[in-house]
């Protein structure tokens, strides 16, 4: 089973993303994930669709785009992303969202299906057809800083067992949220694949962006 490190660019030093995607080249970060939130479906804004576009213009590492809000389907055109990309849509955000997960992969576009820390697993139990990453939630979405939940390693190694019930063993489970060195080993050990990195274990005042990243592969 690889592992990915996802880098969470709300976190960064977003008065010098350029830079600070420089450093992620460097430290050989696997993708880099942008949280767009409506200050509706969570009570939160921050990153945009131009943002967005800007990033993958100059970066070859691949997008991994968390949509906290409500009626995704409606900006999925905004958006230059490719095959390389993960558009990942919330469950709760949307009465139809096999729709939208069937426009995400229409386009091309890797799809993930998220789901809040509340949200039974069996949800995606008849989307898998149309999934190619499950984001199951560690802490309640739209703010960086916050702590894991407590049912998280129960919820994903529930999550691992079902997919690979289902056939499913090439959906990769990712895991956001509170993902420190002791989380992310943890989740590891419960079935998480892709980890989404922010201020509990990669932008740190202590240490440099490789050293952080190297520090938390060496936990996996
Ligand atoms: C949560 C955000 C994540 C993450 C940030 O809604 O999607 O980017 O929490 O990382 P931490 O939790 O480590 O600050
Ligand atoms: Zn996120």
């Known amino acids: 089973m690889s592992k990915y490190l996802s880098a969470s660019l709300m976190c960064a030093d977003l008065t010098n993303l350029r830079g600070s995607i420089t450093e992620l080249e460097k430290a050989g970060i696997d993708y880099l994930h942008l949280d767009i939130m409506d200050g509706s479906f969570v009570p939160n804004i921050t990153l945009g669709f131009d943002l967005v576009n800007a990033v ?6 691949p997008l991994d785009v968390h949509m906290m809000v409500n ?83 129960r919820k994903v190694t529930k999550a691992r067992q079902l997919l690979d019930e289902l056939g499913c063993k090439a959906v990769p489970i990712e895991v956001d949220g509170n993902i420190s060195l002791e989380n992310g080993r943890k989740l590891s050990k419960c079935g998480a694949e892709i980890f989404v990195l922010g201020t509990s274990s990669l932008f740190l005042k202590n240490k440099s962006i490789s050293e952080a990243a190297d520090d938390f592969r060496a936990v996996l």
């Open 71 to 153: 009626q995704p389907s409606r900006f999925i055109p905004m958006m230059n992303l490719d095959e390389k990309d993960i558009l990942c849509v919330h469950y709760e955000s949307d009465i139809h969202i096999h729709r939208t997960l069937s426009q995400i992969k229409d386009k091309g576009i890797k799809a993930g299906l998220a789901v809040n820390p509340q949200t039974p697993l069996e949800s995606l139990e008849y989307l898998t057809d149309y999934i190619d990453m499950a984001l199951v939630m560690t802490v309640s979405p739209g703010f960086a800083g916050q702590k894991l939940f407590a049912g998280a390693e």
């Open 56 to 61: 993958k213009k100059i970066t070859d590492i």
